[in-house]
């Protein structure tokens, strides 16, 4: 066999391969290839309309609810030491994540807020990613209680337990990568790893713990963190809802105060402002290379 039919089968058999490895690696699949595209409407994977429909329930029992049970956890995963709460309302139970950290922390600046700050701002842009979250006294103490997400396990589960995602499930997932990184540099996230990604029983994701975002720092403000040039190689926003990228031009520093009230400061906002210029910029980097209709759907 000559060297030409063997690179060429090599291709073949490469190709297809592609959109696999974004899922299972983080990695980006070249432009144009990998999984067949579902039926037209289909999107990123995230809260569905009945959970959205339901958040501002949710939010209530949040705050009102009674704590019936509380546990700290402790250990190297849990710097910040959270509360797993037990709310009851009614006939109504379900957990609650409530924290305080606020300050330097393990070598990052952490506050709860944030935690609040993330929900509205998701809710405002319609991604729907980040549980419903308020700001609810605990031990006499400030401090934000998230809606607990049932029956998931992290990325990092998955990952250490070599379980492998459903072929039909693979494009959805890379939908959603992207759409977290388009998040994830909104908001300079800086500590996305894998035990913060949450994967529903049918592959949706759910991002938790933004405590440690909403950077203002000129590391977080003359570049984005996940880019063609990222180093861990490329992590591009290869394919975008179109009504969330306009959400995101639409935003302004009143829209964000308006979203997140006193949450964030005047230099947060800012900051958040300064990366929508930066995330724009490379958005229409990619239109140029790939067309309108390869990153907008």
């Given at each position: 066999?000559?060297?030409?039919y063997?690179?060429?089968a090599?291709?073949v058999?490469?190709?297809?391969?592609?959109?696999?490895?974004?899922?299972?690696?983080?990695?980006?699949?070249?432009?144009g290839?990998g999984p067949?595209?579902?039926p037209?409407g289909?999107?990123a994977?995230?809260f569905?309309?009945?959970?959205?429909?339901?958040r501002?329930?949710?939010e209530d029992?949040?705050?009102?609810?009674e704590?019936v049970?509380?546990?700290q956890?402790?250990?190297?995963?849990a710097v910040?030491?959270?509360?797993?709460?037990?709310?009851?309302?009614g006939?109504?139970?379900?957990?609650?994540l409530?924290k305080?950290?606020?300050?330097r922390?393990?070598?990052?600046?952490e506050?709860?807020?944030?935690e609040?700050?993330?929900?509205?701002?998701?809710?405002?842009?319609?991604?729907?990613?980040?549980p419903?979250?308020?700001?609810?006294?605990?031990?006499?103490?400030r401090?934000?209680?998230?809606?607990?997400?049932?029956?998931?396990?992290?990325?990092?589960?998955?990952?250490?337990?070599?379980?492998k995602?459903?072929?039909?499930?693979?494009?959805?997932w890379?939908r959603?990568?992207?759409?977290?990184?388009?998040?994830?540099?909104?908001?300079?996230?800086e500590?996305?790893?894998?035990?913060?990604?949450l994967?529903?029983p049918?592959?949706?994701?759910?991002l938790?713990d933004?405590?440690?975002?909403?950077?203002?720092?000129?590391r977080?403000?003359?570049?984005l963190?996940?880019?063609?040039?990222?180093?861990q190689g490329?992590k591009?926003?290869?394919?975008?809802?179109?009504a969330?990228?306009?959400?995101v031009?639409?935003?302004?520093?009143a829209?964000?105060?308006?979203?997140?009230?006193?949450?964030l400061?005047?230099?947060?906002?800012?900051?958040?402002?300064?990366?929508?210029e930066?995330?724009l910029k490379?958005?229409?980097?990619?239109?140029?290379a790939?067309?309108?209709?390869?990153?907008f759907?």
């Amino acid at each position: 066999m000559t060297k030409k039919y063997v690179l060429s089968a090599m291709v073949v058999i490469i190709v297809p391969l592609a959109g696999l490895l974004l899922a299972g690696l983080g990695q980006d699949a070249p432009a144009g290839h990998g999984p067949a595209d579902p039926p037209s409407g289909i999107s990123a994977p995230q809260f569905l309309p009945d959970d959205l429909a339901q958040r501002e329930k949710w939010e209530d029992f949040l705050g009102t609810a009674e704590v019936v049970g509380s546990k700290q956890l402790t250990g190297s995963e849990a710097v910040t030491s959270p509360w797993v709460l037990t709310l009851k309302k009614g006939d109504v139970t379900h957990r609650a994540l409530w924290k305080n950290a606020q300050g330097r922390m393990g070598g990052f600046w952490e506050g709860w807020n944030y935690e609040i700050a993330a929900y509205l701002l998701d809710k405002h842009l319609g991604l729907g990613l980040v549980p419903p979250t308020v700001e609810r006294r605990f031990q006499e103490n400030r401090g934000s209680c998230q809606y607990w997400v049932d029956d998931c396990m992290s990325l990092r589960d998955r990952e250490q337990k070599k379980i492998k995602m459903p072929l039909a499930k693979v494009f959805n997932w890379n939908r959603a990568t992207y759409l977290q990184r388009l998040w994830d540099n909104l908001i300079a996230n800086e500590d996305r790893h894998m035990n913060q990604i949450l994967i529903t029983p049918d592959w949706r994701m759910i991002l938790i713990d933004h405590s440690r975002s909403f950077r203002t720092s000129a590391r977080f403000t003359k570049g984005l963190l996940y880019t063609a040039n990222s180093p861990q190689g490329p992590k591009l926003m290869s394919e975008l809802p179109r009504a969330v990228v306009d959400k995101v031009k639409a935003l302004d520093f009143a829209a964000i105060r308006s979203a997140v009230g006193d949450t964030l400061s005047d230099d947060e906002i800012n900051a958040v402002l300064i990366r929508r210029e930066l995330i724009l910029k490379e958005i229409d980097r990619l239109i140029k290379a790939t067309g309108e209709n390869k990153v907008f759907y």
